[in-house]
Each structure stands twice: as C-alpha cells, then as structure tokens.
C-alpha cells in the first residue's frame, strides 16, 4: 500500500555520503528513476549543488530534533526537472534497539519549478 500511495515517501541510510534506499512509485516517477537507479543515488543529488548546504542543514536538524516539519525546497530529477516540495516531514529512523539507520521524507504537495 505504501508504494502505491498518492504522496512521496523516500528514505536513506547512515552512510557518511548517505545512499537512497527507499522510493514508493511516486517517488521514482516524481525523480524520473527506476528502482535499480534509485536505490544506488546518493541522496544529496536529489537537490541541485546550490540548495544542497540548505537540505543538510534540515537533515542535520532532523537528526538533533528527531524529526523536522514544515520543510520546502527545490528539488532536481534525473533528468534536470526542477520542482519544489512544499510541507515535508523529515524523520529519523531507528532499529528495535534505538540505533540510527536513516532518515526518511514524506511530502504530497510538489509544484513544477521549470
């Protein structure tokens, strides 16, 4: 049900150049990606270089806070389409013993930016 679901949802592990793992459909439509492309894209590519400083700083708050509400920010598909999320929720996400494994995103409101 959740890859199948009307709103995005994507997450990416701990690396120290953190790797996607996760794209429902809408995600790998809204990125232009399959699942095999997804899967081995580093997250940080999700957004053009100039707003990338911005996007860490929300992961790095997400991270103190547990969780980061309200986002919005341009975005970048595979094959240059800009578009902007507008209300994300960012969270941690843990194992059963409280270890951090990732950070995942929700968001349904995405506007074409050209």
């Given at each position: 049900?959740?890859?199948e679901a009307s709103?995005?949802?994507v997450s990416?592990g701990?690396e120290?150049?953190p790797i996607?793992?996760?794209?429902?459909q809408i995600?790998?439509?809204?990125?232009?990606l399959?699942w095999?492309?997804?899967?081995?894209?580093?997250?940080?590519l999700t957004?053009?270089?100039?707003?990338?400083?911005e996007r860490?700083r929300?992961?790095?708050q997400?991270?103190?806070?547990?969780?980061?509400?309200g986002?919005?920010?341009?975005?970048?598909?595979?094959t240059?389409?800009r578009?902007?999320v507008?209300?994300?929720?960012?969270?941690?996400?843990?194992?059963?013993?409280?270890n951090?494994?990732?950070?995942?995103?929700?968001?349904s409101?995405m506007?074409?930016?050209?």
């Amino acid at each position: 049900m959740l890859f199948e679901a009307s709103f995005v949802v994507v997450s990416h592990g701990v690396e120290p150049d953190p790797i996607l793992n996760y794209g429902n459909q809408i995600a790998l439509d809204l990125w232009e990606l399959s699942w095999d492309q997804f899967i081995r894209t580093p997250s940080r590519l999700t957004a053009e270089p100039d707003d990338r400083a911005e996007r860490e700083r929300m992961l790095m708050q997400a991270r103190a806070k547990g969780y980061f509400g309200g986002y919005g920010g341009v975005r970048i598909s595979s094959t240059g389409r800009r578009f902007l999320v507008e209300q994300a929720l960012i969270w941690n996400v843990i194992d059963p013993d409280g270890n951090s494994i990732g950070q995942a995103a929700t968001f349904s409101t995405m506007v074409d930016a050209g």
